[in-house]
């Protein structure tokens, strides 16, 4: 079992930054490929970024250029570096872990084994 703990989370103006980690406790964290997700009211779960074991980065669309998603594997610990937050991105950021094969990464929300609790990100204008 592999628990997650996000952190970093809160209220920022736009155009600002913010930078989410998340710790897991995975004892091969570096076999995992990680994943940053997010949840607006009443909408769906989002793909934000995900890197895979070797360190292969993926962003979605709609962060490309502004965030930043990054591993250090002697810390357990992911990272999302926000820059250019607009008020759409306000969301409850999740991070998700997959225990996968080393350039493996995935943009649904359904490849991935364990979640994290989420932390609120709220973007004033």
């Known amino acids: 079992q592999v628990q997650l703990v996000e952190s970093g989370g809160g209220l920022v103006q736009a155009g600002g930054s913010l930078r989410l980690s998340c710790a897991a406790s995975?004892?091969?964290?570096?076999?995992?490929?990680m994943g940053w997700f997010r949840q607006g009211l009443g909408k769906e779960r989002d793909f934000v970024a995900a890197i895979s074991a070797s360190g292969g980065t993926y962003y979605g669309d709609s962060v490309k250029g502004r965030f930043t998603i990054s591993r250090d594997n002697a810390k357990n610990t992911v990272y999302l570096q926000m820059n250019s937050l607009k008020p759409e991105d306000t969301a409850v950021y999740y991070c998700?872990?997959?225990?996968?094969?080393?350039?493996?990464?995935?943009?649904?929300?359904?490849?991935?084994?364990?979640w994290g609790q989420g932390t609120q990100v709220t973007v004033s204008s």
């Open positions: 995975a004892r091969t964290f570096s076999n995992y490929g």
């Open positions: 998700a872990a997959k225990l996968s094969a080393l350039r493996y990464y995935s943009r649904t929300a359904d490849a991935y084994d364990y």
